[in-house]
């Protein structure tokens, strides 16, 4: 029997270089996490810091070209250099991802059900009978109207919502003991976000999954994961417990992400906090800390090599070398 407090998952230095039109790109930079069984962990960043392409390696979904170093294990298990064929008994079993856009992760030419029962008779032993049946009852769980009669029914025949409902019960179908949750909510309206994160919760906590949730909202990992890691660059700014990152903020990029979000009961025509400047491209990262060409409290020591990571209590790191200043107030932003 598996010990309950050894890591399931464990990554440790995970680098991850694309090649891209403007030459090498190294797209993830010395990621390292562990999760437990019923752990949920959070990243958040920009688009282009690297949050999906932590994913994408740990499905074994990153293009052939990509250069992948470090080390990814499942129960002890390595995963970096595993060969496809051997990845693909995993993928859809025991690491599932649901992906950020339902229309593109379902197939318009098969039926909802076709495709919730391909991953139980691709990895189970049961009839197909029994897939549909199981389903049936999968898409009943994450609240699809009228499963039983709507099994045959095609993805476009559903609002965005439902699609990101059937999508969440494909991925759930093996019970898998990671699940990826990339920006599951996006382009969901408010009422349907909030239904469709608190059904993966639930879902979590029933069926005791390792969770990483995605997202470029602060609010969404907030009140979604217990422990987080802010990524900028391809590599981890700031991580730790979220109560505490959020409590003390100790990297400038994560303060700015929290200055721009909006607020209730600003005054109509009031201008959102940006940070300034771009983020880099990934094939001209700096030698030293991404965040510079952007970051108030810059000086000539911080361009000269990516900073280590700072251990400012708790288990919360800063990959800064300015925390006196950038933490002089608790960390807390206005």
Known sequence: MAN???????????????????GPAQAVRGVSFTLRRGETLGLVGESGCGKSVTALA?????????????????EGAELVGLPD????????????MIFQEPMTALNPMHT????????LLRHTSVSAAEARQEAIALLDRVGLPDASKRIDAYPHQFSGGQRQRITIAMALACQPDVLIADEPTTALDVTIQGQILDLIADLVAERGMAMILISHDLGVIAENV???????????????????VFTRMGHPYTQGLFRARPRLGARKGTRLTTIAGTVPELADLPAGCTFADRCAIVEARCRAALPPVVDVGGSHGVRCIRTDVSMADGGVVA
């Open 4 to 22: 309950a407090d050894a890591p399931l998952i464990e990554v440790k230095d995970l680098g991850v270089r694309l090649n891209t039109s403007r």
């Open 58 to 74: 740990l499905m074994g979904l990153l293009p052939d070209s990509a250069v992948i170093s470090g080390s990814i294990r499942l």
């Open 85 to 96: 064929a051997a990845y693909c008994k995993l993928r859809g079993n025991r690491i599932s």
């Open 112 to 119: 909802i059900g076709r495709q919730v029962a391909e991953p």
């Open 226 to 244: 217990a422990r987080m890691m802010v990524m900028y660059g391809g590599t981890v700014v700031e991580s730790g417990e979220t109560q505490a």
